[in-house]
């Protein structure tokens, strides 16, 4: 076999390989395991990592500190200084899990628990004092006005009777009690109004109080949920019959909707549980998950490609919306005519307090909230919500989970607490949870695109290799064919001067070159042979 047959066929094989295999079948095979490996089974390794995550995640907690409450009382705007971050590892874990075979759902409650990590809070300790609004006043005096403004009267008497004649509504507190361990409230009291008072508390308050005796309670930010099982259990898809609808939320508390907004649109579950997305997913696909605590599902969209350790990925941003705007969020409002503007959004009717969420510094919040409190600098960099997200795996390398609790005060003419109170927006705090892909998850993680790498150089090398060799055959197939046709010209050249010469000297010395043979093919005899005479 010549060499550039032997070239083309190497050429060819290399290039079908390439096209074939690399190009058509590996990628169908390849998105056909990743889909298998993300889907839940019972006692897959997947299944173990998302129901027991075996690293903590990042949790900071900033606390704004009241610098003037005294003016506060006197009318003058909120000033308010942060303080933190106060870093805990937060641990998660699924819980009570049951699969459910019929619809490919499984079932489970989820567990939190805090853990302060002192090298990472700067120095902080939570045993610093801050000046900082008693919730507890404040949320019913807020919410009496809300939900049941003529009886602010008797609000006043049962805070006058469980909180013990308070000064004002500004409390000197330890960070420490104000997250976890818990401010006093006494319901050992028997007259009308704090017995009525402490009844509503204890009926709607129960998982928010920390018990501490028959009659006696602790309330905090965190303390009542630390370790302990959310009530309510969330339902998903596992993926086994189709993957891309793998940890997308089907039921909440045993509905299959909520039924506390206004409309269908924010009553429905949709997106994921946060914890797991489907493989494969790309950047027209919006982020989206659904937040128990937020009783809403929220979506992000993907703004650019970034790179994390050097890895592909695409980074996600977004918000709380704007209710007064946007009319698929209008539900979302108690009324068409009171709904909050852009970055503000209404949490009283899931918490059951009137807290009012937002960023963090009130970023990307309409700046009619922003004037009427200073102390706060809102900023891209260190206030956004955002997630670098792989596509291919399906998997949130780097984040931040960014929220900020606020509250509406005003002056309440029957209230002596805040009779002379602006009307402002008061920043209590905001909270972050991040996630960093790091140490041995991160090597595993980088091991995988090492291999896609090395794959991708193989493909390519098979392609233009092939490419090349077939170029290679084809050339020296065309230059032997080029000399085999000189050679063959050559030898015709030199045959027809012989003859030529013999003929010329047959016509004699300078006579005519005669263009003929010198034997008559059809007699056999010379062509200057004489004629015949006859005898």
């Not at 056909?32 to 998302?50: F, N, Q």
């Not at 700067?122 to 008693?134: A, D, I, K, R, Y």
């Not at 090398?461 to 490419?467: A, E, S």
Request: aromatic residues 12%; contains cysteine; hydrophobic residues 35%.
């Amino acid at each position: 076999m010549q060499l550039p047959m032997k070239l083309g066929i190497a050429g060819g094989v290399m290039f079908s390989l390439s096209v074939f295999f690399f190009m058509i079948a590996f990628p169908k095979i390849l998105k056909s395991v990743i889909h298998k490996k993300s889907a839940l089974y019972p006692g897959s390794e997947i299944r173990e990592l998302w129901s027991d995550l075996p690293i903590p995640i990042d949790f900071k907690i900033y606390i704004f500190n009241i610098t003037n409450a005294e003016e506060i009382e006197k009318g003058a705007y909120p000033n308010v200084k942060e303080v933190g971050p106060f870093f805990y590892d937060e641990w998660k874990k699924k819980v009570n899990l049951i699969d459910h075979e019929e619809d490919d759902t499984v079932e489970y409650n989820m567990k939190n628990w805090f853990v302060f990590n002192p090298s990472k809070s700067n120095g902080l300790t939570g045993e610093e004092e801050v000046v900082f609004p008693h919730l507890l006043i404040l949320g019913m005096v807020m919410g009496t006005l809300r939900e049941k403004p003529n009886a602010i009267g008797l609000v006043g008497k049962a805070i006058n009777s469980i909180f013990h004649n308070p000064k004002s509504v500004f409390v000197k507190v330890k960070v420490k009690d104000l997250l976890f361990t818990g401010l006093p409230i006494d319901c050992t009291v028997t007259d009308f109004a704090g017995a009525a008072v402490c009844g509503i508390l204890k009926e709607q308050g129960e998982d928010d109080l920390i018990k501490e005796g028959e009659g006696r309670y602790r309330f905090s930010f965190f303390g009542a949920k630390n370790y302990s099982t959310y009530k309510d259990s969330l339902r998903v898809y596992r993926g086994i019959k189709d993957p891309d609808t793998v940890g997308v939320v089907t039921h909440y508390g045993g509905k299959p909707a909520m039924d506390i907004w206004r409309g269908p649109e924010c009553n429905k579950y949709e997106g994921t549980d946060s914890t797991i997305f489907h493989s494969y997913f790309y950047a027209d696909e919006d982020l989206v998950s659904f937040a128990p605590d937020l009783c809403r599902s929220l979506g992000i969209k993907s703004v650019a490609k970034t790179k994390y350790e050097g890895i592909k990925t695409n980074r996600y941003v977004g918000g709380l919306g704007d209710t007064s705007s946007d009319p698929k969020l209008k539900c979302f409002c108690e009324t068409d005519d009171t709904c909050l503007k852009q970055g503000l959004y209404d949490l009283t009717r899931c918490v059951g307090a009137p807290i009012v969420a937002s960023l963090p510094h009130l970023y990307d919040t309409h700046e009619m909230y922003l004037k009427n409190v200073t102390g706060i600098t809102p900023n891209k960099n260190e206030h956004e919500l955002f997630v670098d997200f792989e596509p291919i795996t399906g998997t949130p390398v780097s984040g931040r989970k960014r929220l900020q609790f606020n509250m509406f005060i005003q002056p309440v003419e029957k209230l002596k607490l805040m009779k002379n109170f602006p009307y402002s927006l008061l920043p209590l705090m905001w909270v972050e949870e991040g996630l960093s892909l790091e140490g041995d998850f991160l090597k595993q993680f980088k091991a995988v695109f090492r291999v896609f790498k090395i794959i991708a150089a193989i493909k390519w090398i098979l392609f233009f290799g092939g490419l090349g060799l077939g170029g290679t055959a084809g050339y020296l197939q065309y230059k032997q064919r080029k000399a085999n046709s000189m050679d063959v010209t050559k030898v015709t050249k030199s045959a027809g001067s012989k003859g030529s010469t013999t003929v010329s000297a047959m016509g004699g010395e300078g006579g005519e070159e005669k263009k003929q043979w010198p034997l008559n093919v059809q007699t056999l005899q010379s062509v200057n042979s004489p004629p015949n005479v006859e005898r």
